[in-house]
């Protein structure tokens, strides 16, 4: 009876160790548990520093483009980081893909005949992205600059590899593809260190021009913003219909633009009036005839 009871816990541990001996070759042979780990830490590693890399990146590229020495802007920062960004981040997926076993061969082998398909599908993109570096390259603007694109004014507040993003003067956020922009003439009236008003003021024939230029010659240099240097100019433009036209030709930094423009235009008419000038309107005079 003893000698049954040994033999069956003998068979018993043989199964045992049986069963184990085939989970351990089942594991050697296949489902690897330490190995899925190491490549789950591995892969997180390499996201990690992907991330880091890219951050370390951005930082060095705004404080390089803080620095104002004007040959490497914001713009250009942000466009570099973009490209460096998804550059890295291509790297980072491609390695952890690998990591993990996944054979890229037939992906890549697909990506040239895809390629081509979306070539033509994106045309329009790939036009951007190309005329993005232009614009990056040649800097026409700064973020904070005030632009006319084509018949578009506005603020420059935001650029990416696509597209230019303009906050218009009533606030409105205007969008334009970086091949509409590039396409366009770009007039940017920040980029200066003044700027000249083109301002008229027209007066009656029976007026004196002298007195008449001596009084917005006044007007004008008595505002503070006005530059002394160039020196103002207010000489007689054109001879109308029915006035003659003075032109107003002052400096003054970008800033102050707006502000001397409409500051001159509500003052002008009361200085004339004060001298005995006055500004002629559309008049017609009709003469009755009696038969």
């Not at 506005?154 to 396409?183: E, H, Q, R, Y």
């Not at 503070?224 to 433009?237: S, T």
């Not at 009036?273 to 002629?280: E, T």
Request: some cysteine; glycine content about 6%; overall charge negative.
């Amino acid at each position: 009876m003893l000698l049954l009871e040994t033999t069956a816990d003998v068979l018993a541990d043989a199964d045992i160790v049986s069963v184990v001996d085939d989970i351990s070759n089942g594991l050697s042979n296949g489902f690897h548990i330490p190995k899925i780990v190491f490549s789950a830490i591995f892969a997180v590693i390499i996201l990690i520093v992907a991330k880091v890399l890219c951050t370390i990146i951005k930082h060095s590229l705004k404080k390089l483009a803080g620095q104002g020495n004007g040959k490497f802007t914001l713009i250009m920062a942000q466009l570099v980081w973009k490209l460096c960004a998804t550059l890295i981040w291509i790297i980072a997926i491609i390695s952890v893909l690998g990591i993990f076993g996944i054979d890229l061969t037939p992906v890549l082998a697909g990506l040239g005949i895809t390629g081509v398909v979306l070539g033509f599908a994106l045309q329009e993109s790939i036009s951007s992205l190309f005329c993005g570096v232009m614009i990056a390259l040649n800097n026409p603007f700064r973020v904070g600059d005030w632009v006319d694109i084509g018949d578009i004014s506005g603020t420059v507040v935001a650029m990416d590899l696509m597209c230019v993003t303009l906050s218009a003067g009533d606030n409105k956020k205007i969008t334009m593809n970086n091949k509409n922009v590039w396409g366009n003439t770009i007039v940017n009236y920040s980029y200066i260190e003044r700027r000249r008003l083109d301002m008229t003021v027209t007066v009656r024939y029976t007026d004196n021009l002298e007195t008449a230029k001596t009084a917005i010659r006044g007007l004008i240099e008595s505002y503070p913003e006005v530059l002394k240097d160039p020196a103002v100019l207010v000489e007689v433009g054109a001879y109308n219909d029915s006035s003659i036209s003075i032109y107003v030709r002052p400096w003054v930094k970008p800033s102050d633009y707006w502000p001397v423009y409409w500051r001159f235009n509500a003052e002008i008419l009361n200085t004339l009036r004060a001298n005995y000038l006055d500004m002629p309107f559309n008049q017609m005079d009709v003469h009755l005839i009696n038969d």
